[in-house]
């Protein structure tokens, strides 16, 4: 039902103290949008129940959705939020043919619906989960709203970092807003940026980190940030390739829900084949993969995705995705059973792009 893969150093460490969540201080949530139903019923139960024992703090990592996902668990009730995420986001509905302030425009009422009563403000106040959006700043045409210029600046973005992953860096820059310092190795030396979240620009970092060039409205100059244009931050880190550094021991481990066991580093890797992470950055860390047998047990035997709103009626589709969020659940389950296995170490495999 869930594969478990882990680097080297990680494993290690699971076969000396088992699957300890004193051994984890960051989590990874990454993009891909309507994917992350498959992973909710891990969210559910990963700060609420598998760090429960434990009080030391805890870093989350996202772009675009996997921001989404931070912004839950850095509340004070991470479950429900999880929840009205998965319920809000799950009943979008769009006219025949929605415009990018459409689009835009309902990933902020996603948002907002979210937050709950205090959401921006637990979020910013939390003693202990805090939360990382990474966001692109574009350069170019693509800081332009104008499909007219975006689609030739995406194609040349594309065709630049198909030579090199490092030449996207004259395309894109990298920008993570936090609550708490931290600090990104990047293997291909692409830009990073530090800014602050606060009440005033939170909304803003975390509806441009899922603002998908060309589809939605990009975020112009956000509060306390550089002037600019802001865009999804799958761009960059689509399911990453980095290191992450805070003011706690660089040896801790990163818990990474992932939807499948081959990330791709950024956005427009996802049709380049050899474009596999650097196994050093995956040594530390631990990802949670929903198998082929339970993916087969889901409707239409696949996991949702953003295409399912066009091959899909509204009703159709929202019942095959709340479908799905409820039988993730079993995911929940099954890792805090496998959490608990003093022989988990046997059920670990290594990572396949390594």
């Not at 929605?98 to 106040?125: A, W």
């Not at 441009?208 to 990009?218: R, Y």
């Not at 880190?237 to 290191?243: E, N």
């Not at 995911?331 to 990572?351: C, H, T, V, W, Y």
Request: aromatic share 10%.
């Amino acid at each position: 039902m869930l594969d478990i893969y882990a680097g080297a150093t990680a494993l290690e460490k699971i076969q000396s103290q088992g699957l300890s969540p004193s051994l984890f201080d960051t989590i990874l949530g990454a993009s891909g949008g309507p994917k992350w139903f498959v992973l909710a019923g891990l969210d559910r139960a990963i700060i609420p129940e598998f760090f429960a024992s434990t009080s030391h703090q805890i870093n989350v990592i996202g772009s675009s959705a996997g921001a989404f996902r931070a912004a839950c668990m850095a509340q004070a009730k991470p479950r429900d939020a999880i929840d009205r995420l998965a319920h809000f986001y799950s009943h979008t509905v769009y006219g025949t043919k929605p415009t990018p302030k459409d689009i835009t425009q309902s990933v902020i009422d996603i948002m907002d619906s979210m937050m709950g009563d205090n959401g921006i403000d637990e979020i910013l106040h939390n003693p202990r989960v805090k939360p990382h959006f990474i966001v692109a700043r574009a350069k170019g045409l693509n800081k332009y709203e104008s499909k007219w210029a975006q689609i030739p600046g995406l194609a040349l973005s594309a065709a630049m970092n198909y030579c090199s992953r490092s030449l996207l860096k004259y395309t894109f820059d990298r920008v993570v807003f936090s609550t708490s310092s931290i600090k990104i190795d990047c293997p291909y030396n692409l830009p990073t940026e530090y800014q602050t979240l606060n009440k005033d620009n939170l909304i803003q970092a975390l509806t441009a980190s899922g603002s998908i060039p060309a589809i939605m409205e990009g975020v112009e100059n956000i509060i306390g940030a550089p002037k600019g244009m802001y865009r999804d931050g799958g761009v960059v880190d689509y399911h990453f390739d980095i290191k992450c550094k805070h003011h706690q021991h660089d040896d801790n481990l990163i818990l990474y829900p992932h939807f499948y066991a081959q990330p791709s580093p950024g956005w427009f890797d996802k049709s380049i084949k050899s474009r596999v992470p650097h196994v050093r950055n995956y040594d530390n860390v631990v990802m949670l993969v929903p198998s082929a047998r339970f993916v087969d047990s889901l409707p239409y035997q696949k996991i949702p995705d953003r295409t399912d709103f066009e091959t899909m009626d509204a009703s159709t589709r929202i019942t095959y995705w709340t479908q799905v969020l409820k039988q993730t659940n079993q995911l929940g389950d099954a890792f805090l059973e496998m959490a608990s296995d003093p022989n988990i170490s046997q059920r670990i495999k290594p990572f396949v792009f390594s």
